[in-house]
T-cell receptor, first 115, second 111 residues
Framework: DSGVTQTPKHLITATGQRVTLRCSPR?????VYWYQQSLDQGLQFLIQ???????AKGNILERFSAQQFPDLHSELNLSSLELGDSALYFC??????????????FGPGTRLTVT | LAKTTQPISMDSYEGQEVNITCSHN???????ITWYQQFPSQGPRFIIQ???TKVTNEVASLFIPADRKSSTLSLPRVSLSDTAVYYC????????????FGTGTRLLVSP
């Protein structure tokens, strides 16, 4: 158990809909990362937050957005969903940024299925 | 932006040493190299991290040549439980860069 929690574990929704994925980092960790894992794209970095501020952006679509709240939990919002958005979405956390961002602790993931 | 490639798969036997390479020709000065292990339906788990030369911990060693365009994860005396997918991750040095995962190497350890 990494100490990172993600809800829900599974999500099934239809094209065009909007969903919110939630992540609670390990106690004391200030950085939160979001990743998408699909069969054809592998593990893709989406976005990083540190202490409430956006820190780095990866291959995140404009239909996707995220935020980190004062209590450090984070939410990833996916809208206008398409079939290709079906994937495992992982959240990870780390104590800080910079060199410590390498040792990230991953949650169990949310499996999103868009039908 | 570093682009990282790895062999798709490797086979080994219990007790052998396994070396998995990652190519990252466009690595930036501030980028670190980190390796993760992933089992099916689980999140990746940290193995080791380095910047240059050699790093060793209780489970693995990481070799990084002077030009840092590649890295090699070494797993000594693998067991069946080491069957998993291994990823290298490049980036994170300043905390502002994109993080780029490698393509992943599926390691199968047989008795």
């Amino acid at each position: 158990d990494s100490g990172v929690t993600q809800t829900p574990k599974h999500l099934i929704t239809a094209t065009g809909q909007r969903v919110t994925l939630r992540c609670s980092p390990r106690s004391g960790d200030l950085s939160v990362y979001w990743y998408q894992q699909s069969l054809d794209q592998g593990l893709q970095f989406l976005i990083q937050y540190y202490n409430g501020e956006e820190r780095a952006k990866g291959n995140i679509l404009e239909r996707f957005s995220a935020q980190q709240f004062p209590d450090l939990h984070s939410e990833l919002n996916l809208s206008s969903l398409e079939l290709g958005d079906s994937a495992l979405y992982f959240c990870a956390s780390s104590p800080g940024v910079g060199t410590t961002s390498g040792e990230q602790y991953f949650g169990p993931g949310t499996r999103l299925t868009v039908t | 932006l570093a682009k990282t490639t790895q062999p798709i798969s490797m086979d080994s036997y219990e007790g052998q040493e396994v070396n998995i390479t990652c190519s990252h020709n466009n690595i930036a000065t501030n980028d670190y190299i980190t390796w993760y292990q992933q089992f099916p339906s689980q999140g990746p788990r940290f193995i080791i991290q380095g910047y240059k030369t050699k790093v060793t911990n209780e489970v693995a060693s990481l070799f990084i040549p002077a030009d840092r365009k590649s890295s090699t994860l070494s797993l000594p005396r693998v067991s069946l439980s080491d069957t998993a997918v291994y990823y290298c991750l490049v980036g994170g040095g300043t905390g502002f860069q994109k993080l780029v995962f490698g393509t992943g190497t599926r390691l199968l350890v047989s008795p």
